[in-house]
T-cell receptor
């Protein structure tokens, strides 16, 4: 069974530039999550989608972060403009609808210089 | 919202000994408690989970216990092996915030041969 796919795996940008991350969830998983994991900390939920609708984006810094999940499958997370404190690993996870078990992708390590 | 505290932050054990990691949560409505293992540079991997209607769950060398009254849950690893070395995260969520996992800060486990 294929797992959650993410790309790119690594990205280095300068502050004030923009960046986008892509996620393809496990087939059949209606719920998709984006997490931010700062070095030495646990993942923090940024946004949760159910199919193509947003369930929770209360911790998403909406002045610079945006996310979409067109057609209820793949998702993209964008940061514009990036700040130094956005340096982190961005993890995508997915789960079956109404099931709590979440499965993570390999993440994208973002470095903002 | 939910707050999860995890102890210890680092744990060094001799191969073959047992390891115990403890987490406390604040929201009495939380009813799902997963544990993730994250090796360096890898994705968080779901290793075991427990729901609030169960007090204990085992899977080979790992077990999780839950005390709803005290609002704490623990991960037990027996007969530790070098491949158990990783960062372990506990998390909690409830049905009113289904999917919004609140993670602990993580425990770095080092198993020395």
């Amino acid at each position: 069974e294929a797992g959650v796919a993410q790309s790119p795996r690594y990205k280095i940008i300068e502050k004030r530039q923009s960046v986008a991350f892509w996620c393809n969830p496990i087939s059949g998983h209606a719920t998709l999550y984006w997490y931010q994991q700062i070095l030495g900390q646990g993942p923090k939920l940024l946004i949760q989608f159910q199919n193509n609708g947003v369930v929770d984006d209360s911790q998403l810094p909406k002045d610079r972060f945006s996310a979409e999940r067109l057609k209820g499958v793949d998702s993209t997370l964008k940061i514009q403009p990036a700040k130094l404190e956005d340096s982190a690993v961005y993890l995508c996870a997915s789960s079956f609808l109404l099931y709590p078990e979440q499965y993570f992708g390999p993440g994208t390590r973002l470095t903002v210089t | 919202g939910e707050n999860v505290e995890q102890h210890p932050s680092t744990l060094s054990v001799q191969e073959g000994d047992s390891a115990v990691i403890k987490c406390t949560y604040s929201d009495s409505a939380s009813n799902y408690f997963p544990w993730y293992k994250q090796e360096l540079g890898k994705r968080p991997q779901l290793i075991i989970d427990i729901r609030s209607n169960v007090g204990e769950k085992k899977d080979q060398r790992i077990a999780v216990t839950l005390n709803k009254t005290a609002k704490h849950f623990s991960l037990h690893i027996t007969e530790t092996q070098p491949e158990d070395s990783a960062v372990y995260f506990c998390a909690a969520t409830g049905t009113d915030s289904w999917g919004k996992l609140q993670f602990g800060a993580g425990t770095q486990v080092v198993v020395t041969p």
